[in-house]
């Protein structure tokens, strides 16, 4: 048995609890991979920039990791040596994930 959720999973728990739908590696957007022996990644590219890791991409991973603690999602603290990546120990089911967020907004 996987030891962490699934891609797909994830896929689909981050369209329930943030209306964000994951987009191929191929394109600008949140992308999900891994799962199984290892953390999915939820990784976010939403910038044209050139660089590395935008500024605006670095808010969007932040803001993101605490929209889907607040739901109950369990998260690896963010890494600044990979800023634009979360990774997902463990996905709520839908009552926890709706529970987690009127808990946390009272």
Known sequence: MSVFP???????????????IPVPRSRFGY??????DFPVVIG???????????????RRASDLHGHLSHH??????IDPEWPV???VRRVPGAAEAR????AHNG
């Open 6 to 20: 699934s891609a797909n999973l994830v896929s689909r728990a981050l369209r329930r609890d943030a209306g964000i």
């Open 85 to 87: 990546a979360i990774k």
């Open 99 to 102: 529970a987690a967020a009127e």
């Open 44 to 58: 976010v590219q939403c910038s044209h920039s050139p660089e590395q890791f935008p500024d605006s991409d670095v």
């Open 31 to 36: 992308h999900v991979s891994g799962g199984g």
């Open 72 to 77: 109950g999602w369990e998260l690896d603290p």
